[in-house]
Nanobody, 118 residues
C-alpha cells in the first residue's frame, strides 16, 4: 500500500527553522520524483520544490532561498528544510510524489501543520 507520512511540523517562532520529514512506504523513493506543496489558510495549494528522480533534470530544489528539499533513498525518506520562517509561511505542508517533476503529483501525504508565530 502506497503511503507518504509527514512529520516535524509544529509551532515555530519567526526567524526560526524546522525540518519536515516524509517517510514513503509501498514504493521505492528512488523511482519517483518527490516534492512539497503547502496550503495556507484561505488560500490555494502552492507547489514549492521538486526533486526529480535520477536521469531527469527538472528539479527545483530550493524555494526563495529559504526552503530546500533533499532525499535519502536508502531510508525511503525525503525532507524539507525551512529557514527564516515568517508568519506567512503558516500552512499545512504536504509531501507529494510524481513519476517525474514535469508530471502532476499522483500521491499526497496527509499533511503536517506548521505555524509560525511569536
Amino acid at each position: 500500500q502506497v503511503r507518504l507520512e509527514e512529520s516535524g511540523g509544529g509551532l515555530v517562532q519567526p526567524g526560526g527553522s524546522v525540518r519536515l520529514s516524509c517517510v514513503a512506504s509501498g514504493f521505492n523513493l528512488e523511482d519517483y520524483a518527490v516534492g512539497w506543496v503547502r496550503q495556507a489558510p484561505g488560500k490555494g495549494r502552492e507547489g514549492l520544490v521538486c526533486d526529480d528522480k535520477a536521469g531527469f533534470g527538472s528539479s527545483t530544489k530550493t524555494w526563495r532561498g529559504r526552503f530546500t528539499i533533499s532525499r535519502d533513498n536508502a531510508k525511503n525518506t525525503h525532507y524539507l528544510q525551512m529557514n527564516n520562517l515568517q508568519p506567512e509561511d503558516t500552512a499545512v505542508y504536504y509531501c507529494v510524489r510524481a513519476e517525474i517533476c514535469a508530471y502532476n503529483w499522483d500521491f499526497w501525504g496527509q499533511g503536517t501543520q506548521v505555524t509560525v508565530s511569536s
